[in-house]
């Protein structure tokens, strides 16, 4: 069986701002987030750009220990997938089910790019 490299990123910064890219596999049209990062034999997969944002589906605050607390949600975007990722919200606010977040660069611990949600201005409480 062939596998191979799927060779796209999953986000990409254009004019708007950051953008989340899923992918679509070509023969049943089925969106995933994040992209495979390999196909198997015959599968085939393009990039879609998911948006540059969606609304607060859920979220939590994680407190682990001694280190800072940090929020995780769900984002629902138009094309129908959930996305998870780290909150960035503003010091001392906190986020809402239903607020309207935008995707913004960060960075993960060991230094790889990576992304997360922030809230649109005017939407952070």
Same mark, same amino acid.
């Given at each position: 069986?062939?596998?191979?490299?799927?060779?796209?990123?999953?986000?990409?910064?254009?004019?708007? %701002?950051? *953008?989340?890219?899923?992918?679509?596999? /070509?023969?049943? #049209? =089925?969106? @995933? &987030?994040?992209?495979?990062? &390999?196909?198997?034999?015959?599968?085939?997969?393009?990039?879609?750009?998911?948006? !540059? %944002?969606? @609304?607060?589906?859920?979220?939590?605050?994680?407190?682990?220990?001694? !280190?800072?607390?940090?929020?995780?949600?769900?984002? +629902? &975007? $138009?094309?129908?997938? /959930?996305?998870?990722?780290?909150?960035?919200?503003?010091?001392?606010?906190?986020?809402?089910? #239903? +607020? !309207?977040?935008?995707?913004?660069?960060?960075?993960?611990? +060991? %230094? *790889?790019? $990576?992304?997360?949600? =922030?809230?649109?201005?005017? +939407?952070?409480?």
């Amino acid at each position: 069986m062939e596998i191979t490299k799927y060779p796209e990123a999953h986000l990409r910064k254009d004019a708007d %701002g950051m *953008t989340l890219l899923g992918a679509r596999y /070509r023969d049943t #049209g =089925a969106l @995933r &987030f994040p992209p495979p990062e &390999f196909l198997q034999a015959g599968e085939a997969a393009e990039p879609i750009a998911m948006g !540059a %944002g969606g @609304r607060l589906y859920t979220f939590t605050t994680v407190y682990p220990g001694k !280190a800072p607390a940090y929020a995780l949600g769900m984002v +629902d &975007f $138009d094309n129908g997938l /959930r996305v998870f990722g780290r909150l960035a919200w503003p010091e001392g606010a906190e986020p809402a089910i #239903g +607020d !309207a977040v935008c995707v913004v660069a960060s960075t993960l611990p +060991d %230094g *790889t790019p $990576d992304y997360a949600f =922030a809230p649109l201005k005017g +939407d952070a409480a």
